[in-house]
């Protein structure tokens, strides 16, 4: 069995069932599109002396367990700041779009009012390592990202709309390349609603079609703390916001807009 989410010819990249989601078995997990679509741009940006702020995914219909074409340029290359596009294709439709913006890094001192908070999460040092499913048996779930992500678990998952964790990806997102600090964060990015994720009348789950990861500062470290909570109006449409954090402090955050979906 390969152990990547993709196998990678050219500008083809094939998923594996490590990359496949839990709404159904012929769709990718959104934290998987994410990953490539970041590895993708990372590739064409060409520019080390740039940080990621920003990473924003728009997936405009399910993306697909087939043969993905990622089409991938550099749409500002300024010497302050770079802006980059990613496309990918699946069955010959155009399926997610991204962008993600990198800014030049400089010295500066920062009044107290907006020095990031320290670490707001207990651990992740003395939380027991576990699976997304924790003690169940993960021959009782369809294969997929959700079953390859290691978590110590604070709070979460249970549909309430809110929880506390720390994650890490130990598989690579393509194969024979290890994940970079930026791809890693970019692949735990769906998480939130995953954590937060927010249980409706009638059985139904929420849903998200966009993913945008703010970043101050790349997360240091194996572990990416999630502080996650979900807000809906009666009209079905709501905002998970999850706080990113270090063993050192606050790194950014994540917003992904959400509807209810049946659960499969």
Do not use: C
Not at 144 to 171: A, C, D, Q, Y
Not at 183 to 193: C, E, M, P, Q, R
Not at 237 to 244: M, N, P, Q, R
């Amino acid at each position: 069995m390969v152990n990547a989410l993709f196998q990678k010819n050219g500008n083809i990249y094939t998923p594996t069932e490590k990359a496949a989601g839990p709404w159904g078995p012929s769709m990718l997990h959104g934290g998987s599109t994410a990953g490539l679509m970041g590895h993708a741009m990372e590739q064409v940006s060409g520019r080390d002396d740039l940080n990621f702020a920003r990473l924003t995914i728009d997936m405009f219909r399910p993306v697909p367990m087939a043969p993905l074409t990622v089409e991938s340029r550099v749409i500002r290359d300024g010497k302050r700041v770079q802006v980059l596009e990613a496309t990918v294709f699946g069955n010959g439709k155009e399926v997610a779009k991204g962008t993600a913006l990198k800014l030049v890094p400089q010295a500066v001192e920062v009044p107290d009012v907006a020095v990031p908070p320290a670490n707001a999460l207990a651990g992740p040092d003395g939380i027991e390592t576990m699976s997304i499913f924790g003690d169940q048996a993960v021959e009782n779930f369809p294969p997929g990202l959700h079953l390859n992500l290691l978590l110590k678990r604070i709070s979460g998952f249970g549909g309430t709309g809110e929880g506390e964790s720390w994650f890490r990806m130990p598989v690579p997102v393509v194969e024979g390349i290890e994940n970079s600090p930026f791809v890693h964060i970019a692949t735990l990015s769906d998480f939130g609603n995953g954590l937060g994720q927010l249980y409706v009348k009638n059985s139904a789950g929420s849903i998200n079609a966009d993913i945008t990861l703010y970043l101050h500062r790349i997360p240091d470290g194996e572990w990416v703390g999630f502080k996650s909570k979900a807000v809906m109006q009666n009209h079905g449409i709501g905002v998970i916001t999850t706080e990113l954090y270090d063993p050192q402090g606050l790194v950014g955050s994540i917003s992904q807009a959400i509807m209810p979906q049946s659960m499969p």
